[in-house]
Nanobody, 119 residues
Framework: QVQLVESGGDTVQTGGSLRLSCAAS????????MGWYRQVPGKQRELVAR???????IYPDPVKGRFTISRDDAKSTLYLQMNNLKPEDTGVYYC?????????????WGQGTQVTVSS
């Protein structure tokens, strides 16, 4: 069974906003740290946001102040609000469960959702 389904990606202009969603199974989502990753051709998949079960968040410098990760445990859904988008934010965005105490994804990747920011 598919455990992760990302959606919400689109093509936007520089400075625009998007809200991504990740629908997960309860067993995959609840009681776990979750994160958003992005993949750019020629580059490694990078973690761009993570959120713990109690709502604590961590962001790398390139997205701080622009991206906000959140979770709705009742709906087993993860969100990524992206504001003031830049061309360098372009990529395929994926969600995943993180191995406890690490930044490593542990579930089979979903299809991802494409975000394209034009200049």
């Amino acid at each position: 069974q598919v455990q992760l389904v990302e959606s919400g990606g689109d093509t936007v202009q520089t400075g625009g906003s998007l809200r991504l969603s990740c629908a997960a199974s309860r067993s995959s989502f609840n009681m776990n740290t979750m994160g958003w990753y992005r993949q750019v051709p020629g580059k490694q998949r990078e973690l761009v946001a993570r959120i713990s079960i109690n709502g604590r968040t961590i962001y790398p410098d390139p997205v701080k102040g622009r991206f906000t990760i959140s979770r709705d445990d009742a709906k087993s859904t993860l969100y990524l609000q992206m504001n003031n988008l830049k061309p360098e934010d372009t990529g395929v965005y994926y969600c995943n469960k993180l191995l406890p105490g690490t930044t490593k994804p542990i579930l089979t990747w979903g299809q991802g959702t494409q975000v394209t920011v034009s200049s």
